[in-house]
C-alpha cells in the first residue's frame, strides 16, 4: 500500500489514494499504520475517494480503527495532497465527509499549498443530536461529575460529538487518566471528544484534546471549532480567535451573520512510503 504521512498542527494521518490503491479493510489497516512502534505512526486512516456528491471524498478513521465523521486537520492535508498531486487544478475545492460536504479555499505559491480555509459549517447545540442523554434541550455550561470531581461541560458538535471544559491552566492536566474517563461517560452514548480550554484573552485560546479513538492530539480541527462556539455562547471570547494547540495555531472565525464557522491553518506533507498490509 503507498501512503503519505501529513500533518495539520502536528495532528498527523497516513493519506492512501484509493484512486490507485484498494484498501480492503480500512479498520484494521487503521489500527495498523497508526502504530508508532509497529506501524507508520499518526492518530489515524485517511483515505482520499471518488465522490458523485463533491470533488473528492474522504474517509476517515481513527487509530483504534473506529470511523470518524470529520476530521478539519486532516480536510487540510487532503486538500494539499490533491492539488499538489495534479489531481485537481482548482484552489477552491468541495469534499464530502461523513459529515456533509466542506468547502475548502487553499492559499498556494510557487505551486504549493501553505494553508488551507475551510468552512466548517454551523455548531449544533441540541443535545439529542450531539448525543447527549439528557431531557435538557441542550448541555450549556452543565455540571458534570467526572473523576470525582465537578466539572461544567458544554456539549456541541460540528460533525463530530464534543464536550467543552473550561479551565485555568491547560499545562496542569492529567489528561492520560481523566480523558478517558470523559471519552467514555455514559452520558455520551457514542462516546464524545473533550476540549481543555484555558481563555488567555478575548482574542486567545489555549488548548488540549482528548480524542474519541485516538487519545491526546497535538490538534484538532473540529475540536477547535467547538471549542470557539462553547466559549462564545459561554461570553468568554469574541468569534475571531487564535487557537493556541500543542502542534501549532489555528484561526477560527464565527461569521454568526449566516452561522457558519471557519478555520484556517497548515498542512504539511512529512513523507511518502510503501507499507505491506
Known sequence: MKFTKMHGCGND?????????????????????????????????????????ADFAMDMYNADGSQGQMCGNGIRCVAKYVYERGMTKKSVI??????????????????????????????????????????SEVFINQPLEVGGLQWSITAVSVGNPHAVVFVDNVDWLDLPT??????????????????????????????????????????????????????????????????????????????????LIYMTGPAVTVFDGELLL
Open 13 to 53: 494521518y497516513v493519506y492512501v489514494n484509493c484512486f490507485e490503491e484498494t484498501v480492503e479493510d480500512r479498520p484494521a489497516a487503521a489500527r495498523l499504520v497508526s502504530d508508532r512502534h509497529f506501524g507508520v505512526g499518526g492518530d489515524g486512516l485517511i483515505c482520499i475517494c471518488p465522490s458523485d456528491k
Open 94 to 135: 468541495d469534499v464530502e465527509t461523513g459529515a456533509g460536504v466542506k468547502t475548502l479555499w487553499m492559499n498556494i505559491e510557487d505551486g504549493v499549498v501553505e494553508s488551507v480555509r475551510v468552512c466548517m459549517g454551523s455548531p449544533e447545540f441540541k443535545a439529542k443530536l450531539i448525543p447527549v442523554l439528557t431531557e
Open 178 to 259: 481523566i480523558g478517558p474517563l470523559f471519552e467514555n461517560h455514559p452520558l455520551f452514548p457514542e462516546r464524545i471528544n473533550t476540549e481543555f480550554v484555558q481563555v488567555i484573552d478575548r482574542h486567545t485560546l489555549k488548548m488540549r484534546v482528548w480524542e474519541r479513538g485516538s487519545g491526546e492530539t497535538l490538534a484538532c480541527g473540529t475540536g477547535s471549532t467547538a471549542a470557539l462556539a462553547a466559549a462564545v455562547v459561554n461570553g468568554r471570547c469574541e468569534p475571531s480567535v487564535k487557537m493556541q494547540l500543542r502542534g501549532g495555531e489555528l484561526n477560527i472565525d464565527w461569521d454568526r451573520d449566516v452561522d
